[in-house]
């Protein structure tokens, strides 16, 4: 039966921080592991900005610039590198280039990029790809990040890569705080899932998948060994060596339920027990929330109003006149 080790007592910094771009030297910072030149191709000051959030040896960064540019060397010569590029929306441009770039460590680039650019990159090792897509993925294979290759997303797909990408992104934000090694996991795997959600890939399984019952039990009881951390689907994946198609059927099957609907509601319940718990401390909402996983405070309130009739600040506040 697969295993959680607990990590709970072993604290990482989450770093981030926001900065002001009046040159185009500072774009190098858009990834902090680059080994490139930066040629600024359009006539006129260099402006943007750039937020940047550093965890657990991963690196996510998003900025803007005003004037084109040429880029080229190794992002890095340990990590692989995701690169995109948006529309002042958000969106993925519907014109000229419209990719995700991935780059393998020590995989040289060249491309140039026009002005009034949105863009965000992820750096991660090669370790972590493989631990997230699992053995019964073609990209569990370490094999499958040692080549350069550029994928190609349709623009509501890679809207939708957006949008949860800069929600993690936002919650991070003036945060210096610690997090759990449990924390970090469930975070790096969130990002790993938007980041990877455009990508056409495949989850074939040569391994025997046992009956929809058992397949709910051992992920219900690798849930329970968890504690109160939050677990992301794709660890149940890589940990029960299944397919996403097969737990989705196992789950609606047995429970009625997609197994991401499980999660959420158990990290709900947990949420609720925190806020009580702990409304004797300084603790607030958008730290709850964010502690189960939640990178949309907006969001996480109207879930936790869906399920147990009341706002999350309602729950904390009732609590606090009780204990006072």
């Not at 080790?5 to 770093?15: D, F």
């Not at 040159?23 to 943007?48: D, K, V, W, Y």
């Not at 014109?95 to 750096?123: K, M, N, V």
């Not at 890569?161 to 969130?190: E, P, V």
């Amino acid at each position: 039966m697969p295993s959680k080790v607990s990590t709970a007592n072993s604290n990482l910094s989450l770093t981030s921080r926001e900065i002001t771009i009046d040159g185009f030297e500072q774009l190098r910072m858009a990834t902090p592991a680059t080994n490139s030149e930066i040629i600024q191709l359009e006539a006129g000051r260099m402006q943007g900005r750039l937020k940047h959030a550093n965890f657990a040896g991963l690196s996510l960064g998003f900025g803007t610039f005003t004037r084109g540019l040429l880029s080229r060397g190794i992002y890095s010569y340990e990590l692989v590198t995701i690169g995109f590029l948006f529309d002042r929306s958000g969106q993925f441009r519907s014109q000229g280039i419209s990719t995700i770039g991935i780059w393998s460590p020590g995989a040289e680039h060249e491309r140039r990029y026009d002005g009034d650019t949105s863009f965000g990159g992820i750096s991660v090792a090669v370790e972590d790809f493989v631990d997230f897509f699992g053995p019964n993925n073609r990209f569990g294979d370490p094999s499958a990040w040692r080549k350069p290759n550029i994928f190609r997303p349709d623009h509501e797909s890679g809207a939708v890569a957006a949008d949860a990408l800069r929600r993690i992104m936002t919650s991070f934000d003036k945060r210096a705080i610690k997090l759990s090694q449990a924390d970090a996991a469930f975070w790096k795997r969130a990002i790993l899932e938007a980041a990877t959600s455009v990508m056409a890939f495949s989850e074939p399984s040569d391994v025997f998948v046992a009956s929809p019952t058992r397949l709910v039990r051992q992920a219900q009881e690798y849930v329970d060994r968890s504690g109160r951390a939050p677990v992301h689907l794709s660890e149940l994946l890589a940990v029960l060596r299944v397919s996403r198609r097969s737990l989705h059927r196992a789950f609606d099957e047995v429970l009625g339920i997609p197994p991401m609907t499980y999660l959420r509601h158990k990290r709900l319940c947990e949420a609720r027990i925190l806020l009580k718990e702990d409304a004797g401390r300084s603790i607030t909402v958008a730290d709850v929330a964010f502690k189960q996983g939640f990178s949309d405070f907006g969001r996480f309130s109207g879930y936790y109003r869906s399920l147990f009739g009341e706002n999350p600040s309602d729950t904390l506040r009732s609590t606090r006149l009780q204990t006072s």
